[in-house]
T-cell receptor, first 112, second 112 residues
Framework: EPEVTQTPSHQVTQMGQEVILRCVPI?????FYWYRQILGQKVEFLVS????????KSEIFDDQFSVERPDGSNFTLKIRSTKLEDSAMYFC??????????FGPGTRLTVL | QQQVKQSPQSLIVQKGGISIINCAYE??????FPWYQQFPGKGPALLIA?????SEKKEGRFTISFNKSAKQFSLHIMDSQPGDSATYFC???????????FGEGTQLTVNP
């Protein structure tokens, strides 16, 4: 069964550093998403991406965040200057329709 | 108004019993209500979803009951099995837009 994959599974970085979280969505899916879950809190929407552009972003997704689908298979989330409060589990999702169906296993980001 | 409130936070059920998880919302623009199942180390997986034009949807042992006037919906797991032990999230999405608003999650344990 096809799956969404994410790398790395755990990323540790220093505050102020840039990180890139990588996702490989399921082939032929058209809609891509990033969500995050801070420990002990709800899963929160960050951004949705369709037709090579952002279709919606949350208030969390400020200028420090960007997404890219550089080569037609990968989908990346970049955080330019990480803050302590960016520490969370980041989930990528993809779907053939406009609701996320398949989530990846997540990348745990720890900002020190 | 954007919140989705989920209860209980944790639930312990005996094998063969019925597990019931409840969610409530305020935003009347929500028109899509999915439930996700998450096992440790995995991302959430879409389990079942409902739109407000029906009051109930059943897929195997999983049933969503939807009460539009009360702005509540619930997940019923019939004949609960130890393999159902996981975290369950309800969510909601507006007609326009792609973001899901998640509930807090319910950790279900089914004892053998």
């Amino acid at each position: 069964e096809p799956e969404v994959t994410q790398t790395p599974s755990h990323q540790v970085t220093q505050m102020g550093q840039e990180v890139i979280l990588r996702c490989v969505p399921i082939s032929n899916h058209l809609y891509f998403y990033w969500y995050r879950q801070i420990l002990g809190q709800k899963v929160e929407f960050l951004v949705s991406f369709y037709n090579n552009e952002i279709s919606e972003k949350s208030e969390i997704f400020d200028d420090q965040f960007s997404v890219e689908r550089p080569d037609g298979s990968n989908f990346t989330l970049k955080i330019r200057s990480t803050k302590l409060e960016d520490s969370a589990m980041y989930f990528c999702a993809s779907s053939p329709v406009a609701q996320p169906r398949f989530f990846g296993p997540g990348t745990r980001l720890t900002v020190l | 108004q954007q919140q989705v409130k989920q209860s209980p936070q944790s639930l312990i059920v005996q094998k063969g019993g019925i597990s019931i998880i409840n969610c409530a919302y305020e935003n009347t623009a929500f028109d899509y209500f999915p439930w996700y199942q998450q096992f440790p180390g995995k991302g959430p997986a879409l389990l079942i979803a409902i739109r407000p034009d029906v009051s109930e949807k059943k897929e195997g042992r999983f049933t969503i009951s939807f009460n539009k006037s009360a702005k509540q919906f619930s997940l019923h797991i019939m004949d609960s099995q130890p393999g159902d032990s996981a975290t369950y999230f309800c969510a909601a999405k507006e007609t326009s837009g792609s973001r899901l608003t998640f509930g807090e999650g319910t950790q279900l344990t089914v004892n053998p």
